[in-house]
């Protein structure tokens, strides 16, 4: 199987359903473990992506929040938020099928705080220099419950069998 047709596929039909171009498959052993269009229009929740909710359906088949042995293909290189989700639950391969300025003719998501063309400057900045306001309010009661959850897994500050460089 073409999985790279098939996450194109996948977007179109979406696309043609009313929703936003974009998709992803997740492949572990050469199957189709998860796939999902962007849903966003049609939920109107601003976090069911298309790689969010792939990875939410493959780690719940799995029983994990690791995709090591997986390749992803996502239809655009991912945002900020996807890219994150990636990173954290650490698949083998990410393979995307068309660039941000390849598709910005056709396509672009600016909003009040997310612009792509910045947004991953904003990371970079300390939080007090951002263009989304944030205020840091310290708390010792937060950190207590770091402590709490280090001591309930046994001193342990990693999670265990988290994948690692």
């Known amino acids: 199987m073409d999985f790279a047709q098939h996450t194109i596929d996948l977007a179109r039909r979406n696309v043609d359903e009313g929703g936003r171009p974009f998709a992803t498959v997740i492949v572990r052993a050469g199957k189709i473990l998860a796939e999902s269009p962007n849903r966003v229009a049609q939920t109107h929740d601003p976090t069911a992506h298309a790689e969010i909710l792939a990875i939410r359906d493959a780690c719940t088949k799995l029983g994990t929040e690791h995709l090591t042995g997986t390749t992803v293909y996502v239809l655009a290189h991912p945002c900020p938020m996807c890219l994150g989700a990636l990173y954290y639950c650490s698949p083998d391969e990410v393979v995307f099928l068309a660039t941000r300025d390849a598709y910005e003719a056709h396509y672009v998501d600016d909003r009040k705080y997310f612009e792509l063309d910045t947004l991953y400057a904003e990371f970079a900045l300390h939080h ?4 989304l306001p944030m205020r840091y309010d310290a708390r010792d009661a937060a950190l207590d419950v770091h402590k709490a959850w280090q001591q ?5 500050r990693r999670v265990a069998g988290s994948p690692s460089a």
Do not use: L, P, V
């Open 128 to 131: 007090t220099d951002r263009r």
């Open 152 to 156: 309930h897994n046994g001193g342990e």
